[in-house]
Every structure is written in structure tokens, then in C-alpha cells.
């Protein structure tokens, strides 16, 4: 350190000078490109974001309106007639699907299927629905052959 104030004293006056106005150029620099550059691209981006999120929330809350008033507006749920075992069994021999398990608990069945076409299955599971059977949970996982799924579990209710 002593060198460099060495050097610095043995320099004219107008250098000195020169040398103190490019340091405190490059000080100014530095400042500028890492530091308050990056801080204001970054503020910039983090704005941009907040009005897509600001956006999407207002679109989300629009389709929640609408999703409210269209079932306001849906006439009253249809309601099943006969037994629901024997109506998901109907149904299902109709897409051809075969049920490994059938748990009948009071107004609701859980029913469990080892490999179904999935195709197959959300066509089933559309007429269930259009027949007025709701469909409270259904767990689903993949089967070993492309195109088919198993059944956990999928519980249904009149």
C-alpha cells in the first residue's frame, strides 16, 4: 500500500487529479453494472410478473362466477332409480370393463378395477355422471401396458 501512495505522491498534480476522476469513474461503473442495474431489471421482471399473477387471479375469479351460476342455473340432479350396485355393474359390462371389487356402504359403493382401456373408463364413468351418480373420489394409477390404468378405488354415490 505504501508503494502505491508512493507512486501516487510522485505524480504531478493534474494527474493526480486524473487518477482520482478514473477511480471514482470505475467506482461509479461498478455501482452502476453490478449493482443498480441488475436490481432494476430484476424490480422490472418482479413487476411484470405481479400483473400476469394480478391477471390470472381476475380470470380465476371470473370462471369461478361463472361456474357458481351455472350451477345455480342446472336444473335439479337427476335422480337414480334402483340399486346402485346394479347399476354400475350394467354400466360397466356395457363398456366393457370388469370389476375386481364391489364395496356396497350405505348410499355409496367403492368399486376397484385391476386394468381398464382409459378411454373406456371415463366414458363409463361420463354415463355414470349423466345418470346422476356422483363420483366422490377416485384414486387411479397407471397400468404396465400403454393406454390402461387401474383403479384403485372410486367411490360413488346416489
Not at 500500500?1 to 498534480?13: D, G, P, R, V
Not at 380470470?59 to 332409480?81: D, I, N, Y
Not at 354400475?88 to 356396497?104: A, G, K
Amino acid at each position: 500500500m505504501n508503494a502505491l501512495k508512493q507512486k501516487f505522491t510522485a505524480l504531478t498534480e493534474r494527474e493526480q487529479r486524473l487518477v482520482v476522476l478514473s477511480g471514482l469513474v470505475i467506482l461509479l461503473g461498478i455501482f452502476y453494472w453490478g449493482l443498480w442495474a441488475p436490481l432494476n431489471q430484476s424490480i422490472s421482471q418482479q413487476s411484470q410478473l405481479l400483473e400476469s399473477n394480478k391477471k390470472l387471479v381476475s380470470w380465476v375469479e371470473e370462471q369461478g362466477q361463472k361456474a357458481a351460476q351455472l350451477r345455480r342455473t342446472q336444473s335439479s340432479p337427476r335422480r337414480v332409480t334402483g340399486s346402485l350396485p346394479q347399476l354400475v355393474t350394467s354400466t360397466s359390462s356395457n363398456h366393457s370393463l370388469s370389476i375386481s371389487r364391489m364395496q356396497p356402504q350405505g348410499d355409496e359403493i367403492q368399486v376397484w378395477i385391476d386394468e381398464a382401456p382409459f378411454n373406456s373408463l371415463v366414458g363409463w364413468l361420463n354415463e355414470l355422471e349423466t345418470r346422476g351418480i356422483v363420483i366422490e373420489q377416485l384414486d387411479v394409477a397407471e397400468a404396465n401396458a400403454p393406454g390402461m390404468i387401474k383403479v384403485r378405488r372410486l367411490v360413488l354415490t346416489k
